[in-house]
């Protein structure tokens, strides 16, 4: 599908169908109100009505702000991908609005169907958005802007849900490869053996009973004049099958997904590019295949972290943090960042907490918190604040070891998680890392927003809104 900006004097108005966008107060003095009254429309948030005859997709917002229309314009997307109409165009004034459109098409439009044998076809192939104001310049600035992102998004999506038999660690360092080269990005990836001299012994660990070599992935993105430097750390469990302390069958489905936070990275860092920021970003994934066998790592292990740390295993199933402790050593190591974010399918307990829309933000800078806030809900995603505090530390104490890996007890497993990654970030660093726990919000089995079945690319559109504020 092809989505453009087109100035009010150059559009030929030859679309098939336009869209128009009503609240239920305006529904009254509609044109075509008799019609719409007929059809049993009533401009409700998220409800839409064709007229054919007209050749018009009426949608009902109950206001006329960047979240109704984003997600309406979900669903007209979808209905309209049903049709025969080849072209849509619809007419808008105010700038602000352009990317919730842009949003609502693209990622409402979204299908994948790699493993689908007849491939989902649709008539549908241009969508035009008429800008009638003169500040066209800036409209397109605002425009090409939210393609990249809301692209970089989709891209996201594709790998996480590709399978973990196409997506391995080692598939995974070959893409971000490929990514490298297309975006110029510097890429340097760490196998096993370079692994082992990194001390990165906790990741490894992870990896050690899977037949996929596990691999630390670090991608750059340097322009000149770079004002900040951002680090990415991300998850890239590409399978958790929970290793010897396994999940339960239904628990293991979906756990292809447990690679979303890498996937993320990958998809920032692409956004970051393609609309040029002049913010210095180094990406830093760890891919590994948390799996059983006689060479499993144990519960009742210690490992020794790259840190010098030592973890007490008391679950294979946290392994996330595991990976996570050794990839965020290696990023501080490697790069003096201004900021640096890790995103992570890290805990069920996240969803408890917060719900499956949301995103959990962790961190001990109120003021970084803050201002992601104010990003994520201009970006349309979800997020809330965990707070730390000093009674959930004691519960990761381990009698044996350095800190233990799992909480010894049941509640507060996000923040107890959260907690965990702290103590490995190093003290200057305290105030410029937050963690972002996307456990429930990577990921949809039903419908939501601008989401569909499967990857929804959660903390690329945050992530992406903040780096341009920055
Ligand atoms: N990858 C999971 C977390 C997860 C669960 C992500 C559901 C998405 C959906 C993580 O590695 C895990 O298994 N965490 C455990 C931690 C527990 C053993 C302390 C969990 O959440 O149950
Ligand atoms: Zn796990
Ligand atoms: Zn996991």
């Not at 049709?83 to 619809?90: D, G, L, Q, W």
């Not at 990249?148 to 360092?173: G, K, M, Q, W, Y």
Request: hydrophobic fraction near 40%; glycine fraction near 8%.
């Amino acid at each position: 599908m092809n989505i453009q900006l087109l100035n009010q004097n150059i559009a030929d108005a030859a679309s098939d169908i336009s869209l128009e966008y009503i609240t239920t107060k305006e529904l009254k003095k509609n044109k075509n109100k008799k019609a719409l009254k007929l059809a049993g429309f009533d401009a409700s948030a998220d409800s839409i009505c064709f007229l054919h005859n007209k050749q018009l997709l009426v949608c009902g917002v109950e206001e006329l702000n960047a979240e109704n229309v984003r997600s309406v314009s979900a669903i007209a997307v979808k209905a309209l991908q049903k049709t025969n109409y080849k072209s849509a165009n619809i007419s808008i004034e105010n700038m602000m609005l352009i990317p919730a459109l842009v949003e609502g098409f693209v990622l409402g439009g979204y299908t994948y169907d790699r493993y689908k044998t007849k491939k989902s076809k649709t008539s549908l192939k241009d969508i035009a958005l008429i800008y009638t104001k003169d500040d066209y310049k800036k409209a397109i600035k605002v425009f090409s802007d939210a393609v990249i992102v809301a692209d970089a998004t989709c891209f996201t999506r594709d790998i996480v849900n590709t399978t973990p038999e196409d997506l391995n660690p080692p598939s995974f360092a070959k893409l971000a490869k490929n990514l490298a080269k297309e975006n110029g990005l510097g890429c340097t990836i760490l196998n096993e053996k370079a692994l082992k001299k990194e001390n990165c012994t906790a990741m490894l660990a992870v990896g050690r009973a899977s037949r996929h070599e596990s691999q630390l992935i670090h991608l750059s993105y340097k322009p000149k004049n770079a004002k900040k430097k951002v680090n990415l750390i991300g998850k890239g469990l590409t399978y958790d099958s929970g290793g010897l302390s396994l999940k339960p069958g239904a628990s293991m489905v979906t756990m292809k997904m447990d690679k979303a936070g890498a996937c993320a990275v990958l998809g920032i860092i692409k956004a970051a590019s393609e609309m040029k920021l002049d913010i210095e970003i180094n990406a830093f994934i760890g891919a590994v295949e948390n799996m059983i066998g006689g060479d499993a790592y144990k519960p009742d292990d210690v490992l020794v972290s790259r840190n010098g740390k030592t973890i007490e295993v008391r679950n294979t199933d946290a392994e996330g943090r595991l990976v996570l402790a050794d990839v965020l050593d290696y990023a501080q190591d490697k790069v003096k960042a201004d900021y640096m974010f890790d995103f992570a399918t890290l805990t069920g307990a996240c969803m408890v907490a917060v719900g499956q829309y949301t995103t959990g933000v962790m961190g001990h800078s109120s003021k970084l918190k803050h201002s992601f806030y104010n990003a994520a809900s201009i970006s349309g995603e979800l997020t809330a604040s965990l707070p730390f505090n000093k009674h959930l530390k004691k519960q990761i104490k381990s009698e044996i070891a350095d800190i233990c890996n799992i909480s010894n007890k049941p509640y507060g497993g996000a923040i107890t998680a959260g907690l965990f990654l702290d103590a490995f970030i190093k003290e200057e660093n305290k105030d410029k890392w937050l963690h972002f726990d996307i456990a429930g919000s990577a990921y949809t089995e039903t419908p939501w927003d601008v989401n569909v079945y499967g990857g929804t690319g959660a903390g690329v559109r945050f992530m992406s809104q903040f780096l341009k504020s920055l």
